[in-house]
């Protein structure tokens, strides 16, 4: 049976959660169709160090390209490696729906002429074509696609598939560069991880959120202090307030911004505008504190209190402290 | 310098979606319709850099039905300089047979830079401005968050989850815009007089051949109906308790 192949994305000499999920994934194909896994995992000198991990998450072959050139990522020299290896027969490739694997995956179906699945949510094989579920208007819609070309070329959603443990061999084999990195034409020159080294909106398991309701940038540390008591949690950001510079754009959860799905979401005088609802509308508990309680924010709340969250904050940060230390 | 900037026309994002008798489509009885949002800041973009160089030239293209035609008479408003509608009357959901038809109009049109949203909103797949630059066989610089063009080259900031990137690359090149950037102007009323004399060239899509077809589309199942369960800070105990015992997410 035709092997599935899974990009193991790597980020500054580390491997992301995102590369882990990537090979579930088609862990889950292969179990189900036949064929091995064959992950793919690129970087600096040392990122060959993650092969065991890949392994233990159901790589049965894991394919390493490391050079100095990939210090930075190099998507030119990436995206012809991938096309020389997939030219060898594959039955699919799994992408993360990242923004390295939104930049990626693309100019891999394009230069191999493939449909490519973008941004997937759910996904089912048969013999003669591949169906997947995308959400789509600002995750109002669900969209169903058939891809009919082999290889069948999917992106995932961060957490559509969370990583398992399904430990096989992992043969370690080398994988050489298609071309020559140093001819690359779109140069990395700078990777640098955000200030404050927080956990990423997309991996964070517990999400708080201010908006407007703050009244001020000062305020915000109510919400960042909320977040630290979890210990778990990213903070995000409505439109409004990143508009503001209050917050980097990068903060911002929303139609235009992050769509997010942690298994909390704590939303701090935010009022709930459909664009900013967009984003946060698959998270699995949804908490939120705002003082109008006609705010469309509390239709889709699970819990809702009414109150300045000012005032309710404090007391919700203590409070959570205190259930964290006694856990 | 000659900038090319791809749009796309999208319902209203804000509207409520039904799905059509077809199956296949959206009821587009009473939505509002737009350039995605994205795509607007692109257009801007563009426009800024002929305005600061005080030369150039910003075409707006757009593939679709007739009524597309609003979309790109919207960008020329904002200040481009001529557009082009590849007239395209059914829809087509395979992005890269777009892609094809859009890279068979750029390909000889002699463009420095090509600028396209970082995603459309109503579609949602961040593909075509890769689609686009590899059947073009020139570098793409995506979902950037600043750009400089100088000498030759792009200098650009990609925003990534939690982290960034400083990227570089020689024109010609195809950028895709994130947030960050610029927000589209409001046409001006004077804008809107000069665009009604703009060229606008129309001609049929070459697309390109479709193996990602559209099947089905569906709204997804609704959250419960929310409940609040206090006032004030009095009703964080309770919370507390719900986020542990019921939802146990503490």
């Excluded at chain 1, 969209?143 to 559509?160: D, E, M, N």
């Excluded at chain 1, 959860?253 to 799905?261: A, F, H, M, N, P």
């Excluded at chain 2, 994002?13 to 959206?26: N, P, Q």
């Amino acid at each position: 049976m035709a092997n599935i192949l899974a990009f193991a994305e790597t980020r500054l000499g580390e491997l992301r959660r995102a590369g882990l999920e990537t090979i579930t994934a088609a862990r889950q194909v292969a179990d189900a169709t036949g064929g091995q896994v064959h992950a793919v995992l690129v970087g600096a000198p040392g990122i060959a160090q993650f092969a065991p991990r890949c392994a233990a998450h159901g790589a049965d072959v894991v394919l390493v390209l490391e050079h100095d050139a990939f210090a930075n990522y190099n998507p030119e020299a990436i995206v012809a490696t991938l096309a020389a290896r997939l030219g060898s027969g594959y039955r699919a490739a799994f992408f993360a729906a990242s923004a390295q694997g939104h930049d990626l995956v693309a100019r891999v179906a394009a230069k191999m002429k493939l449909a490519y699945a973008s941004d997937v949510t759910e996904f089912a094989f048969a013999a003669d074509r591949v169906t997947v579920k995308h959400p789509g208007y600002t995750n109002k819609i669900v969209q169903t696609f058939v891809l009919k070309a082999i290889p069948a070329i999917i992106s995932l959603r961060a957490g559509a598939v969370l990583p398992v443990e399904n430990a096989k061999a992992g043969t370690v084999e080398p994988l050489a560069c298609a071309i020559d990195p140093a001819t690359a034409r779109v140069k990395v020159t700078l990777t640098e991880n955000a200030a404050g080294g927080q956990i990423d909106l997309g991996d964070a398991p517990v999400i708080v959120a201010g908006g407007r309701g703050l009244k001020e940038k000062a305020n915000f540390k109510l919400v960042e202090d909320l977040a630290a008591a979890f210990g778990n949690a990213a903070v995000g950001a409505t439109r409004a307030v990143t508009d503001d510079g209050w917050r980097p754009h990068s903060d911002q959860i929303g139609q235009t911004g992050r769509l997010v799905s942690p298994d909390l979401y704590i939303a701090c005088g935010i009022s709930g505008a459909i664009q900013h609802l967009a984003g946060l509308r698959t998270s699995k508990t949804i908490v939120a504190i705002n003082k109008d309680k006609e705010a469309p924010i509390f239709k889709v709340a699970d819990y809702g209190i009414v109150g300045d969250v000012m005032e309710v904050l404090p007391v919700l940060t203590e409070a959570v402290k205190q259930a964290k230390a006694g856990a | 310098m000659k900038l090319a900037v791809c749009v796309k026309r999208v319902p209203d994002m804000e509207g409520r979606f039904k799905i059509a008798s077809s199956g296949v489509a959206i009821d587009e009885a009473g939505l509002k319709y737009d350039m995605s949002d994205f795509d607007g800041y692109a257009a801007e973009v563009a426009i800024q850099i002929t305005e600061k160089l005080g030369a150039g030239e910003v075409t707006i293209i757009s593939l679709g039905p007739d009524v597309v035609q609003e979309t790109l008479r919207k960008a020329l408003s904002m200040g481009a300089h001529r557009a082009v509608h590849l007239k395209q009357d059914t829809p087509v959901s395979d992005g890269l047979a777009i892609a094809t038809a859009l890279a068979a109009e750029l390909k000889d049109g002699g463009y420095d830079l090509v600028l396209l949203g970082r995603m459309a909103v109503d579609t949602q797949n961040r593909s075509t401005g890769a689609f686009v630059a590899e059947l073009l066989g020139v570098p793409i610089i995506s979902a950037i968050s600043k750009l400089e063009v100088e000498n030759g080259v792009v200098k650009a900031r990609r925003e990534l989850e939690g982290a960034y990137e400083l990227v570089e690359c020689p024109l010609p090149a195809v950028v895709t815009i994130d947030e960050g950037i610029a927000r589209a102007r409001y046409p001006s009323l004077k804008g809107i007089m000069a665009a009604k004399k703009k060229p606008m060239d129309i001609k049929p899509a070459q697309l390109g051949a479709i193996t990602y077809q559209l099947e089905k589309l569906e709204l997804p199942a609704e959250r419960a109906a929310g409940r609040i369960i206090g006032e004030g800070k009095d009703a964080v105990p309770e919370l507390v308790r719900l986020l542990k015992e019921e939802a146990k997410v503490l």
